[in-house]
């Protein structure tokens, strides 16, 4: 249930950067005793409190969740007047500098469908802290700066849970008078309370060790119901990889004697990097095969990297407030991204994460929510787990980086972790020990952090004659976003080469330019021969890039780049442009487009997963974007349109991508994996092709396959169409799979990106289904999630769409306004496509403001989306 403490009854405030102030108060230590129950929870705490400089102001401990005292006691001694409750606060004078305050308070976990602080999922007690969980546990000073060593003593029933864990070692554990039992951990390194963690239930460990580089040997356990336990071989190779690959390329080593993961069916996000106990989302844990997908696969290894990451990006060196989030989160994101890439192709790798922040950051920089990655106020925290904080943050490291080089950026990790160890630190602080451990000066480049909006840059380059002399002439212009009119040029570093037009060669090889002014132009002299213009290598700045080249120069450029990036990067831009001109109705002509494609396809020298990566169409989404007013159905129309000639036309290379991508048996390795992705996208154009035999390929590769990937690779090209073998294949997937939560969100999704007419009924009878709960974020996602990204389905121009995903959005705030404001900025986009859907959107976000009692999570995303 969502309390009267959540939800909004005035305007809720705006919580401002420049408004920070240190605590006055600290807690050195902090002792917590458990009493568990599912339905009443006894939470004692121990503070040892300090006054923190000179100043006559009590101390406030934040609450949350309608938490209130049961006893407050000062020294041991308990007083009845001497706090008082301020809004969620409890405040109590203090008239020395120390003091010991013990507070007494009762929660339900099992009530708390927020699924922050102590909640229930599927019989185990779990706890979620950041950002701002611990306050519903206990009265605390919950903020990122207030750092504590932790003592924690739980008893419970010992048949309902047979473990019990928390942060640090374990150093006491026994049994009790009734069927109960206790244990007591202690944490021996100061954090903050959003890194708190418990864990009761019945569950069993995939137990490991680890050795560090010093020698010495760390305990690993992965914990989950014992019938999931051979689903956790992956996750523990990727956590072993994570540890050594951390020693090996930024010195970090583990510093407890025991790392404990535990796997939660209900979660808000995918994973927690509490100190020494991670909790993760069963979805980035339990895979096997049969039952997960190869994305699934690198999803995993990449978020158990992330949150190992943190126990120094994050744990060792905290965040001082909040608006510092992108300290910890860009700069861990930047270092799983390094991680995934040496385990398998680097340029498939950059080519995802390019993907995906085309896909989320992008919009997100170009709407109404855009944000700086170090932002100026929030009014609800939880909004701002952004793709911009997270990717753009990533990508802004990255730039410093290349900018630095990797011995000087290598230097400043090492200054900064050393120089802030036991710290709350602020992006500025990660900045300056850049800036002195390599002496470059990054004034200018403090700019990313400030200023949001995806930069446009345009690249003209002009050539005088074979022989001669080019000049490339840059600009750049940084879009107006809310509350930031005016922008300055920033820093943007373009790798970039000029191909010789006749032998595809680099002339003078790379370079790196710096583009720090409006406008700049560079000349490049002594070639060869005429050069063609390869520019933004490898994704090195985070940017929108407007060139001149021709359909000819992208085909030349998607042919011979050397720059593997770059390659694909130059299809993807013919196909745009393509695209992009048909949807703005200029004359179409798909013939460069198919050259390119077959080139790539026949290219023998080019491994699988790259042709897979290269010869996929831009999403309909992303086409959108580049328009002023998006119609989608005239997007899906001509995207349709060149996917089916690319199908016709080059009908016999799919068949032999097909064919040649075929596998005997399932094996999990860069090369398997890129075989397995090619079939599925020929399999897909043939599809579009309307091959006769489309439905029945489709079928027993469906029938046939012995994994995941296949399996659900041709569940979603049937999914997409109409052929008796979509029922069948639907319905076999869910027998098979009944019971297998993650399995059967797959078959949610399946039908929610569904393409064909018809999806919007389908999808509210869906949520009708006996399996659909909007209480389990997983499956909230799984339907409406992924409904709402549906380009096709969702922008249905009668609105039915909108007002499903609005309903939603009001229902689940009732209960988890976190997963309800998630849904929000698929409506609050509403000014970028034409009017009538425009305003159809804009209707359904001004019915969902008008609801009293909204929670601050979806009051702060809708109003701003209006706004
Ligand atoms: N720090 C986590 C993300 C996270 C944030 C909030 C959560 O609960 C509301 C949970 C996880 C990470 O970056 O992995
Ligand atoms: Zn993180």
Redesign the pocket.
Known sequence: MLDAATAVSATPAAIRREDYRPPDWLVPEIALDFQLDAQATRVTARLTVRRQGAHGHPLRLDGGGGLLPVSVSIDGEELHDAWRIDGEQLVIDLPGDDHLVETIVQIAPAANST??GLYASNGLLCT????E?FRRITFFPDRPDVLSRYTVRMEGDAALYPVLLSNGDQLDAGELPAGRHYALWRDPFPKPC?LFALVAGDLSANRDQFVTRSGRTIDLGIWVREADLPKTRHAMASLKASMAWDERVYGREYDLAVFNIVAVSD???????NKGLN?FNSRYILADPDTATDADFDAIAG?VA??YF?NWS?NRVTCRDWFQLSL??GF??LRDQQFSADQGSPAVKRIEDVRALRAAQFPEDAGPLAHPIRPDSYIEI?NF?TATI?NKGAEVIRMMKLILGDEGFRAGTDLYFDRHDGQAATCEDFIVAMEDASGADLTQFRLWYTQAGTPRVTASLTTDAPGGRARLRLSQSVPTTPGQPDKQPMPIPLKLSLLGAVSGAAMGGEHLVILDEAEKEVTFDGLTELPVLSINHGFSAPICLETDRSPADLAFLSAHDEDPFARYEAMQQLMLDTLVGAAKGGPVDHTPVIDAVRNTLTDPALDAAFVAEAVLLPSEAFIGDQLDAVDPEMVATVREALRADLGTELIDEWRDAYARAHANRYEYSPNAKGMRRLRSVALAFLAAAGAPDWAELAFAQYRASDNMTDRQGALGVLANNDAPEREAALADFYDRYAGDALVIDKWFTAQALSTRSGTVEAVEALARHPDFTIANPNRLRSLVGAFAVNQRAFHDPSGRGYRFVADMILGVDKLNP?AAARLVPSLGRWRRYEPGRASLMRDELERVLAVPGLSKDVFEQVSKSLG
């Open positions: 699924l922050m979620q802290c950041e950002a969980g959003y979660f808000n996000f995918g994973a927690m990097e909790i978020v992330h949150e943190h994050g910890k989160e861990t994101v939880s787990y997270y976190q």
